[in-house]
């Protein structure tokens, strides 16, 4: 099964959001990202922007247990899943499940933030420049893995990946 995520952090998101990018890779293998955006927060009230970000892995786990590992990326950074506010707080990163599919294409029906469906259409964006592991990350598409052959370390190849692929059908402005 492919997953689209969704994946925001505004507590050191320029630390915070590669950290859980290679957790991610860590967890499921090969991850394609999206370019990564700064955007306002929405439905919370904080002075912290966000960075945002897609992600497409395949996973032969169901749904739930993928949201558990989800959840346990989200502890291990520091987020207080236990608050029952932590949806309206400031946080180090969230990582929601947007859509599943049998083929790693998406329709983004369903995905409210708009900055999301405008990244996975792959509208033109300006990304943010980050790092992960010394390697650039963030302005533009990329596939993200750890080559098990050299210590086990991350790598980063940016340009074509599956979200270039990924829309099914049209999505709404």
Known sequence: ?????????????????????????????????????????EGMVSANPFLNALAIFESQEPPGRVKGRLNALEESLGRDRSDPLSSVRDRPIDVDILETASMPRFNGADIGEAYFRQLLRGDAVSGVALLLDGQPLGQAPATVYRNQGAGHEVIVLQGENLLDHAIKSPLPG
């Not at 915070?16 to 700064?38: H, M």
Request: aromatic share 8%.
């Open 1 to 41: 099964m492919w997953y689209l995520c969704g994946m925001g952090s505004n507590i050191a998101p320029e630390e915070n959001l590669p950290r859980a990018v290679a957790r991610l890779s860590s967890l499921f293998g090969k991850v394609s990202l999206s370019v990564v955006i700064r955007t306002s927060p």
